[in-house]
């Protein structure tokens, strides 16, 4: 397969180019070679997407859902009939094993395009009597939403943030991150294959700058990005001071807590999913985890065995089960967190260094004796680095627990049901777990309280995003007036 894509925008239902632009280079890092170049967008290819999908968006609207839902099954299909392909072309961009990105990219974006393909005829207003009179309601579209995506899920996100807008009957312009631009063009493509019109789904690259345009044009509507806290900070201020609808699905700390009444083999797969899945490059990662002093050695030690599991290596070898870092930049900050728990005074009971093989791999970090003060306990760092912390007490480890900015995720896991659910029930997070620990369907609400963010993801909640309600009062009778 090439790794080259056609061109670096897709704006108005085909590829379009623009070479003035800055140059941004594609490194597959698992070798460090240079695999594609796109151009971030100037601002006539920010203009022509605007326009695209201004001009494109009210005749969407006024398709009926079942027609709009229709086109979003049909992509559902085509990028579950190409999964290969589009999951090499994930592997590529981010360096995530081939044995993941065959079950959680292309097939998470097509879930998410199959639910709201099947909404998109559902939605409809209300009847609210008033004696002689009524309300009714109608819901309808945002107009011109933006989409900026994060490097970790680039094809997940393209269509967690395109289903949803699209159902509604939005347009949407996506930037993906600079990082990975690849997928979300393939999404684009296939979207306008199933039939979708032009101008409703374009793809712009860029650094922040463009993200930044995008977000302050009075053209758009709606904003809606995945990314860190900082950034998030700048995206919602910006927003605001066009008074756009945000959804802010950022960075997180999240607490996962295993109690001493846990299935022990249960709760290690959990921190390993938590912790080491695409490298331990997911926001919502518990990193955070609070282990009974009871059950701790016990617990190191069989984390320590299944560590012996990960498969380190070229990530389109599906035997391989743990890529690398996505870029060199993101691998020389994780090995600088794992330099500060070191010089912190934390226990390293496994990995703590780069590997000495080609590529940006990391080798899994456990770091054991953790305190609540040390850099690796407070701070987000997106890589394979899980930090055990001790406790003994259930109120003490829900109040360390929540003492932090963050708010994405939190875990627990216990054989005692009312203890699962009183402590779950006192973590502040949005996206929560009992006896596992990230799963995401496409069906649950997905998202943070506290600084992780504001808006849901994924299910019905979506719908509320991506569209606003209009009340109409309708008089039967004469009108009352004072003079
Ligand atoms: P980032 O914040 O550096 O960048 C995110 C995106 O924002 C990129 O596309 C970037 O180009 C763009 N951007 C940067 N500055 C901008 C500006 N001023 N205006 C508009 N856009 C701008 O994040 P990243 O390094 O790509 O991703 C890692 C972060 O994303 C982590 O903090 C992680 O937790 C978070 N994340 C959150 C979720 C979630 O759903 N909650 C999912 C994945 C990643």
């Excluded at 900070?233 to 607490?255: D, F, I, N, Q, R």
């Excluded at 035997?319 to 226990?347: C, D, H, T, W």
């Excluded at 506290?450 to 009108?479: F, L, P, T, W």
Aim: with cysteine; proline share 4%.
């Amino acid at each position: 397969m090439t790794t080259q894509p056609t061109a670096s925008h897709f704006i108005n239902g085909a590829y379009v180019e623009d070479t003035s632009g800055t140059e941004i280079p594609v490194i597959f890092p698992a070798t460090g070679e240079v695999i594609a170049t796109v151009y971030s967008a100037t601002p006539a290819i920010i203009d022509q997407a605007l326009e695209a999908a201004k001009a494109a968006q009210k005749a969407w609207a006024k398709m009926t859902g079942t027609e709009r839902g229709r086109i979003l099954r049909r992509a559902a299909d085509m990028i579950r009939d190409r999964n290969h392909e589009l999951s090499v072309l994930e592997t590529y961009d981010t360096g995530k094993p081939l044995q993941e990105t065959l079950v959680a990219d292309a097939t998470s974006g097509a879930d998410a395009l199959e639910y709201f393909g099947g909404l998109a005829a559902t939605l409809t207003g209300e009847h609210i009597p008033m004696g002689e009179d009524w309300v009714y309601t109608v819901r309808e579209a945002l107009g011109v939403c933006v989409g900026i995506g994060a490097w970790n899920y680039p094809t997940q996100i393209a269509c967690w943030k395109g289903a949803p807008a699209l159902a509604c009957g939005n347009a949407m312009i996506f930037k993906p991150s600079e990082t990975t631009p690849l997928c979300a063009l393939k999404v684009a493509e296939i979207l306008h294959e199933a039939g979708l019109p032009a101008g409703l789904y374009n793809v712009v690259q860029g650094l922040g700058d463009v993200g930044a345009s995008l977000v302050n044009d009075p053209r758009v509507d709606k904003v809606s990005l995945t990314g860190s806290v900082p950034t998030g900070k700048k995206v919602y201020a910006a927003a605001a001071s066009g008074m756009k609808h945000v959804t802010m699905e950022l960075g997180g700390k999240s607490p996962l807590i295993i109690f001493d009444d846990a299935d022990i083999e249960n709760a290690v797969g959990g921190a390993i999913n938590g912790n080491f899945y695409s490298s331990g490059q997911v926001c919502s990662n518990g990193t955070r985890v609070f282990v009974h002093k009871n059950i701790k050695e016990a617990f190191l030690k069989r984390l320590s065995e299944r560590l012996e599991g990960a498969v380190l290596g070229n990530p389109l070898d599906e035997a391989v089960n743990f890529g690398p870092m996505v870029s060199e930049r993101q691998m020389g900050i994780v090995l600088e967190y794992i330099a500060k728990g070191k010089a912190e005074g934390a226990r390293l009971v496994a990995g703590g260094e780069r590997v000495d093989m080609e590529g940006f791999f990391v080798a899994p970090t456990v770091f054991a004796d953790v305190t609540d003060e040390m850099t690796i306990a407070q701070e987000e760092i997106f890589g394979p680095v899980m930090a055990v912390l001790d406790f003994d007490d259930d109120d003490d480890v829900i109040a360390r627990a929540n003492a932090t900015e963050f708010g994405l995720s939190a875990g627990v896991f216990t054989r005692d049901l009312t203890r699962a659910h009183r402590v779950i029930g006192a973590l502040e997070a949005g996206s929560c777990f009992i006896n596992s620990y990230n799963d995401a369907p496409v069906e649950a609400p997905f998202g943070g309280v506290k600084a992780s963010g504001v808006g849901r993801e994924n299910s019905k909640e979506a719908i509320q995003h991506y569209s606003q309600v209009k009340s109409v009062y309708v008089r039967m009778g004469d009108v009352e007036a004072a003079f």
